[in-house]
């Protein structure tokens, strides 16, 4: 079965713009191992090295692959407490939306932060020192916030990447 069609026709087999099987385990093995070298790449893969090279190269420019990042456990940085904080906006008008996004960028311990649709606007996950350093957090930067109408905040217990995509 043929993956999705991507925008940028360079990727895919003779740059079909699809996602073949080669492809999507390039990705897999990225995701798992984002350091793995080009040759221990192709040789996991079964491709050459430069068509290794190629392939990955497209899918960076294609789009598919927006990064290669550490992952970093925020209790090992001195910040033992991750929440989500569900954001409801009193209103859409896109002056005030972008100011909310520009003031997210500002957040102290703020891991990623959510648009959504439905009956919360936002959900944002923070990571900090305390209860205190949380409370702080949701008064000091998000409730205060031109537009903020409601927050409520779950702790979480535990947080682990799942499956994936590919």
Same mark, same amino acid.
């Given at each position: *079965?043929?993956?999705?069609? $991507?925008p940028?026709a360079?990727i895919? +087999?003779s740059?079909?713009?699809?996602?073949?099987a080669?492809d999507? /385990? =390039?990705?897999?093995?990225?995701?798992a /191992?984002?350091?793995?070298?080009?040759?221990a790449?192709?040789?996991?893969v079964?491709i050459? /090295?430069?068509?290794?090279?190629a392939?990955v190269?497209?899918? %960076?420019?294609?789009?598919?692959i927006?990064g290669?990042?550490a !992952?970093?456990?925020?209790?090992?940085?001195?910040?033992? $407490? !991750?929440? *989500?904080? %569900?954001?409801?906006l009193?209103?859409?008008?896109?002056d !005030?939306?972008? %100011?909310?996004?520009?003031a997210?960028?500002? $957040?102290?311990? =703020?891991?990623?932060?959510?648009?959504?649709?439905?009956a919360?606007?936002?959900? =944002?996950?923070?990571?900090?020192?305390?209860p205190?350093?949380?409370r702080a957090? $949701?008064?000091?930067?998000?409730t205060v !916030? +031109?537009?903020?109408?409601?927050?409520?905040?779950?702790?979480?217990? /535990?947080?682990?990447?799942?499956p994936?995509?590919v």
């Open positions: *079965m043929a993956g999705p069609k $991507i940028h360079s895919g +087999p740059g079909t713009g699809v996602l073949d080669v999507r /385990e =390039l990705v897999r093995e990225l995701v /191992e984002g350091r793995i070298t080009n040759a790449l192709a040789t996991k079964g050459a /090295e430069s068509t290794c090279l392939r190269r497209a899918l %960076r420019d294609s789009g598919v927006l290669v990042h !992952q970093v456990d925020p209790a090992a940085l001195g910040l033992p $407490i !991750q929440a *989500m904080i %569900r954001v409801r009193s209103s859409h008008v896109p !005030q939306v972008r %100011r909310f996004h520009t997210l960028r500002t $957040i102290p311990g =703020l891991l990623t932060a959510f648009h959504t649709a439905g919360d606007d936002y959900l =944002l996950h923070v990571a900090v020192t305390s205190a350093a949380l957090l $949701i008064l000091e930067h998000v !916030q +031109p537009g903020v109408s409601h927050t409520e905040t779950q702790l979480l217990f /535990e947080v682990f990447a799942g994936g995509v």
